[in-house]
């Protein structure tokens, strides 16, 4: 669960409009929960939009308007049916449960070039998706990205991510860093996030001054 916090509010047409302090990553039709903000701004909503720009008020077709020469970052806004609150410094936290879905178990099984022999390894591959849709994700959010969760950037995005699932599917069983083997003979370290995952997932790259 991500947590943010809320530094201001307005009210306006039944529009509700929250600034956060850090940059957010929300998506249109995420659900969020809102709390200690206060009033009708609390509970739980779904994002309706993620605006750049202040917000105005609706057009005669109620849909929300805002003043591009008025750029601010980090707001969410959805509908809150209440009195109208001007722009203010607010307190509060928003709270959502970001899942990512660049990639499935199909996807490693795939990659791995292997038939699902039993219904363990169907769900430790299951595990294996889920763990690298957020553990690449997450990176990549790291690295300064703003990335849709229901699909991959782009197609160099998800082939890094299958890879990175395919490498912690083939550590399943073993010890430390190595892979599990039947030889005798060390295998060396293996490194789920190699160099060519993070190449593909454009993350860690040089600092442009």
């Known amino acids: ?95 959502f449960d970001p899942v990512c879905e660049w990639i499935d178990d199909d996807d490693i099984a795939d990659w791995l070039g292997i ?13 294996c998706a889920e763990a690298a849709n957020a553990f690449c994700s997450l990176r990549r959010f790291e690295n300064g990205y703003f990335d849709q969760l229901s699909v991959a950037p782009t197609a160099a995005v998800k082939l890094g991510t299958t890879m990175y699932g395919g490498a912690l599917y083939r550590q399943r069983g073993s010890a430390g860093q190595d892979f599990a083997t039947f030889d005798g003979m060390s295998q060396g370290t293996t490194n789920g996030l190699s160099a060519i995952v993070k190449q593909l997932l454009g993350i860690n790259r040089a600092v442009v001054a």
């Open 115 to 127: 038939e699902v022999a039993s219904a363990g390894d169907e769900a430790f591959l299951v595990i």
């Open 1 to 95: 669960m991500t947590i943010y916090t809320v530094t201001s509010k307005q009210l306006l047409n039944d529009y509700a409009v929250l600034q956060t302090l850090e940059n957010a990553s929300f998506e249109i039709g995420q659900t969020i929960t809102v709390d200690n903000v206060g009033g009708d701004f609390d509970g739980s909503f779904v994002v309706y939009a993620v605006p750049q720009y202040y917000y105005i008020g609706t057009n005669g077709n109620g849909f929300p308007t805002f003043n591009p020469n008025i750029p601010i970052n980090n707001q969410v806004m959805y509908v809150a049916v209440g009195d109208a609150v001007d722009r203010t410094p607010a307190t509060g936290t928003i709270e």
